[in-house]
């Protein structure tokens, strides 16, 4: 592993234990180094961050099937998020995006697109 290269196997198993499994990067560290493999939770940001770069394609054409829908469906979740600088939580925003036109005779796949911003942004991008 020292000098070594992920594979896209490895970063989506990462992103997965991130954001589905809500895992964060200094507890992923940590199981790896009882492992015996010392990866720095700034690596495997660096990793999350490149591979959403190369995802963005994708998010694009998602937010721009969205913006066509003859009906979107929302759902907005306040959350508390860790706030390090201050030790304390501070809320943050998810919102769930949704368009599924299966149950009104459409025949487009169902599609969702998940965005998530502190609180006081102005608006969903």
Not at 6 to 12: H, K, M, R, S
Not at 70 to 81: G, K, L, M, Q, Y
Not at 95 to 115: E, M, Y
Request: proline share 7%.
């Amino acid at each position: 592993m020292p000098g070594g290269l992920p594979t896209e196997l490895f970063i989506a198993w990462i992103i997965v234990s991130k954001f589905g499994d809500h895992l964060p990067f200094y507890r992923q560290a940590e199981i790896f180094k009882r492992q015996g493999i010392d990866l720095d939770r700034g690596t495997l940001g660096n990793w999350v961050g490149r591979a959403c770069f190369h995802l963005m394609p994708i998010i694009n054409h998602m937010k721009a099937h969205l913006r066509g829908a003859d009906r979107i469906f929302v759902d907005e979740t306040r959350a508390p998020v860790l706030d390090p600088g201050r030790k304390a939580t501070k809320s943050g925003f998810f919102w769930a995006v949704v368009s599924d036109d299966r149950g009104h005779g459409g025949a487009d796949p169902p599609i969702v697109l998940f965005h998530y911003a502190p609180a006081g942004a102005k608006n969903i991008r």
